[in-house]
């Protein structure tokens, strides 16, 4: 259960934890939003802060721990580094807000999923962001699986080089997490689309910097290979950084009656007797799409897209993928 707030009476209040590119796309869609108002903004610095919210008219807030304190707030987006994301959701949910965080809901399976039954307990919303589903290579993936039968086998490949590594929280393991853990939506996308995982191996290599006491990586390369329970085996592939030369971020998957094949914004669905292209939607908006449909469920009652119990048993298989790393082995998923 989730209280109805009425849209007539005032737009709902919303505090934003994080300065950066998420939190840049939810504030833009805030402000075309009329059913709410971005009130108050948290981030890394003060300097960073002020200036983020002079930019989209809001109060900024010296810390998070601050602002989630804050009586007027109805809705909490929080928007931040992987680490912080379990402590920020908890501290706001005790605080009485509804809650929208972007994947993941935390680097920690219990912490996760005592944050979903807090939630339930409070009667708030707890809104784990999955915008992969819906975007133009999902849906048009989705919409094409029946045309190749059966699926096989499946692969999906998100290589990023960087030269030079950039110092950000995405190449420092404390705050990025593990990497399919930090990048939740390279396991979550197949999920979505294949059910329940039996088993998961996975290895990982990581190339640090020259200093023994720089935190931060310059390479990261993760490789994990999923057997669903319905038999289809998946391979994972996630790397960034300066020893990776050539960019690639392809899906494909082979079926008895064909294959689909996305390679950057291109499709194609490949069968015997030949191959034909897939037309995608545009990549544009879907942040806004997401917080939209918050809105819509929280004033209206309608449905979301994902559920946070759907993100946890993603979350179980990337910590089934992180321990297949330390032990060597490969890890059943309960």
């Given at each position: 259960m989730t ?23 939810r504030?833009?869609?805030l402000?075309?939003e ?23 008219g ?6 998070w721990a601050?602002?989630?304190q ?23 949910l ?53 045309a190749i ?13 960087e ?38 191996s ?7 910097r020259?200093e ?5 990586y ?34 494909e ?19 015997a007797e030949?191959?034909q292209?897939?037309?995608l939607?545009?990549r ?15 004033i209206d009652g ?5 559920t ?6 993603t ?12 032990t ?7």
């Open positions: 209280e109805t707030i009425d849209v007539f009476s005032r737009p709902l209040q919303t505090g934003l934890i994080g300065t950066g590119y998420a939190a840049k796309l504030s833009q869609a402000q075309t009329p059913r709410a108002t971005l009130t108050a903004v948290a981030g890394h610095t003060l300097e960073t802060t002020q200036a983020f919210s002079q930019t989209y809001a109060k900024p807030i010296a810390s601050e602002l989630v804050q009586p007027s707030l109805d809705l909490v987006i929080v928007a931040t580094v992987n680490r912080d994301h379990g402590a920020i959701v908890r501290a706001a005790e605080a009485g807000k509804h809650v929208i965080v972007e994947y993941p809901l935390a680097l920690d399976v219990a912490e996760a999923t005592a944050l979903i039954a807090l939630a339930k307990a409070q009667a708030k919303l707890l809104h784990v962001e999955h915008i992969e589903l819906l975007g133009n290579m999902h849906q048009a993936l989705k919409a094409s699986l029946p039968g059966t699926p096989f086998y499946a692969r999906y490949t998100t290589i990023k080089p030269r030079p590594a950039p110092k950000r929280w995405t190449y420092h393991p404390e705050l990025f997490g593990f990497p399919l853990m930090g990048a939740l939506s390279r396991l979550h996308r197949l999920i979505d689309l294949y059910g329940a995982v039996a088993t998961v996975c290895q990982m290599q990581v190339r640090d020259s023994a006491s720089d935190p931060y310059t390479t990261c390369y993760c490789t994990a290979q999923l057997r669903f329970q319905s038999g289809l085996l998946a391979d994972v592939i996630y790397g960034k950084g300066e020893a990776l030369w050539q960019a690639e971020r392809k899906m998957v082979h079926g008895q009656a064909g294959a689909l094949i996305f390679d950057g914004e291109q499709g194609l669905l490949v069968q030949g191959s292209p897939i037309v939607g545009s544009q908006g879907i942040f806004a799409k997401d917080t939209t449909m918050v809105l819509d469920h929280l309608t449905p979301l897209y994902v946070p119990e759907a993100s946890l048993y979350l179980k298989v990337a910590d089934a993928a992180r321990r297949s790393v330390i060597g082995q490969p890890i059943a998923v309960a």
